[in-house]
C-alpha cells in the first residue's frame, strides 16, 4: 500500500514537472507574441517622479471603495471609474 | 493608483493590467498591440497561461512565418484572463488615445466586463471623453473628479524645494511666503 502511494506521488510529480517545462518554455514567447510593448516601465518612471501619499484622499472617497469591493457584477454595480480632471491637476500620479 | 492596487492585490488575490496613453507615443501604436499589451500583464499575474491562450500561440504560430492575434483574438483572450482571477484594468490618459482607437478601445472594455462583470476597471482622462465613455459603458460607470488638494500641494511643494540645487537664493521666509502664496493660487484655479 505505502508502495503504491508513493509511486503514485512520484508520477504525478512526473506530470506536473512536463508540465512546468512546457509552461516556462512556452511563456515568454507568448508574452512576447501578446504585444511588443511594456507598459510597466512607464509605470516605473512616474513611480520614480511620485512624491509620496500624494493624491491618497481619493482612496478615501465613497466612490473608489464602492467601486474598490464590489463584487457582486449585478444591475447596480458599476465596474469603471472614472477620474477626470484638467489637464495638470495630478491624474497621473495620484497614489 | 497602480500601486495602491498591487498593495491590495494581494488580498484580494487579483491581477493587474495598466496602460498609459501619451500623444507623443501614440502614433505607432497599433490598437491590437495596446490591447495586447493588458492581456500580457494579466496572464502575467496568472499562476498558469490559461489553455485557450495557449492553444491559440501555437495555432497562430503555426502559420506561415507566424501570425500576430487580431483585435478580435486579444479580446477573447482579455475575457478569459479577467474570468480567471480577480482583474484590475487601469488606463491613464484615455483622452490621448487616437480617436480611431478610443472607439475600439471601449468597445472592447465592453466586452470583456460583459464576460466577467467582476472585473474593475480604473480611467483617467480629461473631462470631455466622458460623454464617449457613458456612450459605451451606461450605466456602468461611476464618476470622480480629481482636484488638486491643498495638502497634496504642499507637500509637493515641500518635495520640490527639498530636491532644490540652488539653495543658497533660499531663506526661510520665501519658503514659507512660497508654501502660502502658490496653494492659494491653485485654489483660485
Redo the contacts between chains.
Keep these: 500500500m505505502s508502495q503504491s502511494f508513493s509511486n503514485n506521488i512520484n508520477s504525478l510529480n512526473t506530470v506536473n514537472v512536463s508540465n512546468t517545462f512546457t509552461v516556462a518554455d512556452d511563456g515568454p514567447n507568448i508574452l512576447a507574441w501578446l504585444s511588443p510593448l511594456d507598459p510597466r516601465l512607464r509605470h516605473q518612471d512616474i513611480r520614480d517622479q511620485r512624491v509620496e501619499s500624494i493624491g491618497e484622499w481619493i482612496l478615501q472617497t465613497e466612490e473608489f471603495r464602492t467601486w474598490y469591493s464590489s463584487n457582486a457584477g449585478g444591475e447596480s454595480d458599476k465596474p469603471v471609474l472614472f477620474c477626470y480632471g484638467d489637464p495638470g491637476v495630478g491624474k497621473t500620479f495620484i497614489r | ?4 492596487l498591487c498593495d ?1 492585490a494581494g488580498e484580494q488575490n487579483a491581477t493587474i ?4 496613453f ?1 500623444f507623443a507615443a501614440q502614433k505607432e ?1 497599433s490598437i ?6 493588458l ?3 494579466l ?2 499575474g496568472l499562476e ?2 490559461p489553455e485557450e ?2 492553444r491559440a ?2 495555432e ?2 503555426g502559420a506561415v512565418g ?1 501570425r ?2 487580431l483585435l478580435s483574438d ?1 479580446v477573447k ?1 482579455l475575457q478569459t484572463a479577467s474570468s480567471k482571477k480577480r482583474t484590475f484594468i487601469c488606463i ?2 484615455l483622452d490621448e488615445c487616437a480617436v480611431g482607437h478610443l472607439v475600439k478601445l471601449l468597445d472592447s ?1 465592453n466586452q470583456v ?1 460583459q464576460k466577467s ?11 470631455h ?2 460623454s464617449e ?1 457613458r456612450r459605451f ?1 451606461e ?11 491643498r ?2 500641494i504642499i ?2 511643494l515641500r ?1 520640490r524645494l527639498h530636491e532644490d540645487t540652488t539653495r543658497d537664493a533660499m531663506d526661510s521666509s520665501l519658503e514659507a511666503s512660497i508654501l502660502k502664496k502658490i496653494p492659494e493660487d491653485v485654489s483660485e484655479m
Excluded: H, W
Design positions: 493608483m497602480i500601486d495602491s491590495g493590467a495598466c496602460f498609459y501619451d501604436l491590437t498591440n495596446i490591447m495586447g499589451a492581456v500580457k500583464q496572464v502575467s498558469e497561461t491562450i495557449s500561440y501555437r497562430q504560430r507566424g500576430r492575434p486579444i483572450m491613464d490618459a472594455l466586463l462583470p467582476r472585473t474593475r476597471i480604473f480611467v483617467t482622462g480629461r473631462p471623453i466622458r465613455i459603458l450605466g456602468r460607470v461611476a464618476n470622480v473628479s480629481i482636484s488638486p488638494k495638502d497634496d507637500r509637493y518635495s
